[in-house]
């Protein structure tokens, strides 16, 4: 019997999969069946089901936290399937600062590496010191250090040379006993000397001044990347948009703000059947109901035309769309 996927990826679109297998235990990966398509899922808070899936959804549910503490740090190892947010919150709780810049972002510990979570100035791979993985083809669970990861702006090794090959089952995290805040964006900057504890009610009380919550109203958080740009079209645009926020990538290209970019364009409350550009922050999609795959990309076709029209940028989505049978992306229809 199909299940339906629309309680399990928090855009809610109304979609089934043919197979759906909850794995509470690393074990149960090698009798799992990947001949046929399939989708690891962790909460669905980064993953959008744009029509049914003809494929079975491998749902990581597995739980279990590992503390060891040494001289200059703790090592944490964890499970694939805890809740990231939650794991940051018990690491605040027991004076194990460092990953306070990175609470509330939805999701599993396991999806976090994939995509190289990141806000406020602070990224994943800051803390990773290894992810471990079920290799498909091997049947066996190998580990990459950090480095081996090849983490990049909301990119890894798992969105390249091992897509579709492994199946995340734990993360190690380093974080040093030596702490020190990341302060320079936005609301932080108004933080003196704070605690780690302070540093995170902030976070928390400015992403939920600006971020819809799902449960209340479905969505897949930031829906697209802030572009990184050269520093020549980012001069060439500071002298027609001189408030345009950007920040330093390297010596020759800076990173500029896709919110900023689609509110400016005048996208707010831009509205194709029950999806919206979100009315407090523009890098959100929001599903008010009877809506279709179709519509989010039509709304998405749209967005990147006007930013494009308006800026000569090309915004690529940051959330994961997945088709009848896999991963699909949606391109800017013509750069004109």
Same mark, same amino acid.
């Given at each position: 019997m199909a299940q339906s996927l629309?309680?399990?990826?928090?855009?809610?679109?109304?979609s089934h999969c043919q197979h759906?297998?909850?794995?509470?235990?690393?074990?149960q990966l090698v009798n799992t069946d990947f001949s046929a398509p399939f989708c690891i899922l962790g909460e669905g808070s980064n993953t959008v089901f744009l029509t049914d899936y003809q494929g079975t959804v491998i749902y990581m549910a597995t739980k279990g936290i590992e503390i060891e503490e040494l001289n200059d740090h703790f090592l944490l190892h964890v499970a694939a399937g805890e809740n990231w947010h939650q794991l940051v919150s018990m690491t605040i709780a027991n004076?194990?600062?460092?990953?306070?810049?990175?609470?509330?972002?939805?999701?599993?510990v396991g999806a976090a590496p994939v995509q190289n979570i990141g806000a406020y100035g602070v990224e994943l791979e800051k803390f990773i010191s290894y992810v471990e993985y079920?290799?498909?083809? $091997?049947?066996?669970? =190998?580990?990459? /250090?950090?480095?081996?990861?090849?983490f990049g702006y909301r990119d890894s090794i798992f969105k390249h040379a091992l897509k579709n090959k492994a199946v995340i089952t734990k993360v190690g995290l380093t974080l040093p006993k030596q702490w020190q805040p990341i302060l320079h964006y936005g609301p932080l900057q108004q933080l003196h000397n704070p605690t780690a504890q302070q540093v995170f009610e902030q976070i928390i009380a400015t992403r939920n001044s600006k971020l819809p919550n799902p $449960?209340?109203?479905? =969505?897949?958080? /930031?829906?697209?990347k802030n572009p990184v740009i050269s520093n020549e079209q980012l001069a060439d645009l500071l002298k027609s948009y001189p408030d345009m926020p950007h920040y330093f990538v390297d010596a020759q290209h800076h990173k500029v703000a896709a919110g900023w970019l689609i509110e400016q364009a005048g996208l707010k409350g831009h509205r194709i059947a029950g999806v919206e550009?979100?009315?407090q922050q523009a890098l959100v999609l929001v599903n008010h109901g009877n809506s279709t795959g179709d519509d989010l990309i039509a709304m998405v076709n749209y967005v990147q035309q006007h930013v494009?029209?308006?800026?000569?940028?090309?915004?690529?989505?940051?959330?994961r769309l997945m088709?009848?049978?896999?991963e699909c992306h949606i391109h800017l229809e013509s750069q004109i």
């Open positions: 629309q309680p399990f990826h928090t855009f809610s679109l109304p759906f297998h909850q794995i509470d235990d690393v074990e004076d194990m600062p460092g990953l306070e810049n990175l609470a509330l972002i939805p999701g599993t079920f290799d498909i083809a $091997s049947a066996s669970i =190998n580990r990459l /250090s950090k480095e081996q990861c090849l $449960s209340e109203l479905a =969505n897949a958080g /930031s829906f697209f550009v979100h009315q494009w029209q308006k800026y000569h940028i090309a915004l690529q989505h940051e959330v088709n009848a049978d896999h």
